[in-house]
């Protein structure tokens, strides 16, 4: 059974950071590209990030890039979204993924974890 679990996200302050972890079964991991979505209320599903088996990352250049850093540990199957200079904007659901092909459509991506909160507040 594919499993993806995350946690790490909380209510934070302006400027502030978090660490999102997801931590994938090891059959799943070994085979997919990771990524990382958001769901704010009453909007979309939105690609933050994603990483590949080799490393690739592709980042949404907009909202995220140079304030958001993916890394992926495979000892421990593990994915991990360093979330620095938070804004209130980025107050969402954050969603685990795992697909076969790097890319920002949701579509791309298979399983998918529960999510968790992450609130910035002003």
């Known amino acids: 059974q594919v499993q993806l679990v995350e946690s790490g996200g909380g209510l934070v302050q302006a400027g502030g950071s978090l660490r999102l972890s997801c931590v994938a079964s090891?059959?799943?991991?070994?085979?997919?590209?990771m990524a990382w979505f958001r769901q704010a209320p009453g909007k979309e599903r939105e690609f933050v990030v994603a990483?590949?088996?080799?490393?690739?990352?592709?980042y949404d250049e907009d909202s995220v890039k140079g304030r958001f850093t993916i890394s992926r540990d495979n000892a421990k199957n593990t994915v991990y979204l360093q979330m620095n200079s938070l804004k209130p904007e980025d107050t969402a659901v954050y969603y685990c993924a795992a697909g076969n092909v790097a890319g920002s459509s949701r579509y791309q991506y298979r399983y998918w974890g529960q999510g968790t909160q992450v609130t910035v507040s002003s």
């Open positions: 090891a059959r799943t991991f070994s085979m997919s590209t």
């Open positions: 990483i590949s088996l080799s490393g690739y990352r592709i």
